[in-house]
């Protein structure tokens, strides 16, 4: 019993250690300020914050998945609480990520903008020319 409760701490240190250095690694990545663009466009190619974790969310259930596979295959019994839990998180992230741009995208349609910027005012056509006489017939 308590060398299981030494190796579940010590489990959760390293899992705590890798996390930090982890996000001390990818941090400053993710975060870096922007530069302007001169013309007020994004770039189409650049990946957002959403898709990065969307990406990292998809390594982790996999990684999960294999390593619960693991632990059956060794003890014959499944963690199903923490199999439910792991993926529950995951599945209310990004059912929130798909709110937040859903409504990102319907306030953008509203303020008439494209997400990046106004969009330009609908030219009026010239009123200084004469019309033609058969407007109107």
């Given amino acids: 019993m308590t060398g299981t409760v030494v190796v579940a701490a010590l489990a959760m240190a390293a899992g705590t250690a890798l996390g930090v250095l982890l996000c001390r690694i990818v941090g400053p990545r993710l975060y870096r300020p922007r530069r302007l663009q001169p013309d007020g ?41 923490l199999t439910a839990c792991v993926f529950g998180v995951c599945g209310i992230e990004n ?16 303020a008439k903008t494209n997400g990046s910027g106004p969009r330009a005012a609908p030219m009026d056509p010239p009123t200084e020319r004469e019309e033609p006489p058969d407007v109107g017939l």
């Fill in 41 to 81: 466009g994004g770039d189409k190619g650049k990946m957002g914050v959403m898709d990065k974790v969307l990406i990292l969310e998809a390594v982790i259930l996999v990684a999960y998945t294999v390593a619960a596979l693991a632990v059956f295959w060794h003890t014959g019994s499944e963690p199903a609480t």
């Fill in 95 to 110: 059912g929130v990520m798909g709110w937040i741009k859903t409504n990102k995208d319907k306030a953008a349609e509203a």
